[in-house]
């Protein structure tokens, strides 16, 4: 899954460098994590305290639109694409 640090931290309107002021680590180290790390969970709960922002908000969020899943009713998966997809296999169900 794609982190969105550097959008994150464009969106509060703080640099790398500040970034790591307050939290006591070097821009350099900031800047390396954003590019090429893989920061921890404990990591990403600091960095989201010292911006003042959700954690989830470093992650990409998926781009579905429209109406998609699965339902299943008796044993057998059904797959949906759309709210007329869900109408049918409601109206096969109650017959």
């Not at 969106?11 to 460098?17: C, E, K, R, V």
């Not at 009713?73 to 059904?78: A, F, L, M, T």
């Amino acid at each position: 899954m794609k982190l969105r640090i550097q959008e994150v931290l464009d969106q509060y309107n703080i640099s790398a460098a500040e970034l790591g002021r307050r939290i006591g680590v070097s821009r350099a180290s900031i800047s390396n994590t954003i590019n090429n790390g893989n920061p921890g969970a404990q990591m990403l709960i600091k960095w989201a305290e010292a911006i003042g922002c959700k954690i989830s908000e470093f992650f990409e969020k998926p781009q579905i639109e429209g109406t998609t899943g699965y339902i299943e009713h008796n044993g057998e998966v059904y797959k949906i694409n759309s709210i007329s997809d869900i109408e049918k296999l409601l109206d096969d169900i109650k017959k």
